[in-house]
């Protein structure tokens, strides 16, 4: 989260209103444009649920504007 400047508030905002949500597996990827945050590009969010607890496995910022 240091290498990019990522918040906890990003990525709950991610997880919690995506504009892209898709399930890989027990996985799930949220993708999110975060308005005047990463030069424009979507922030991605790869996390599972475990029990009650949500379990973050990697988040960065697309390198594409556009995700697939």
Do not use: C, H
């Not at 990019?4 to 890989?24: A, K, M, Q, W």
């Not at 005047?36 to 594409?64: H, Q």
Request: charged fraction near 35%.
């Amino acid at each position: 989260m240091r290498l990019y400047n990522i918040s906890e508030g990003d990525i709950s905002d991610t997880i919690d209103l995506p504009e892209i949500s898709d399930r890989e597996g027990i996985k799930t990827v949220a993708v999110k444009k975060i308005q005047d945050r990463f030069s424009g590009y979507p922030l991605k969010v790869v996390y599972e649920k475990r029990e009650e607890e949500l379990f973050i496995i990697t988040t960065y910022p697309l390198k594409k504007k556009l995700w697939r």
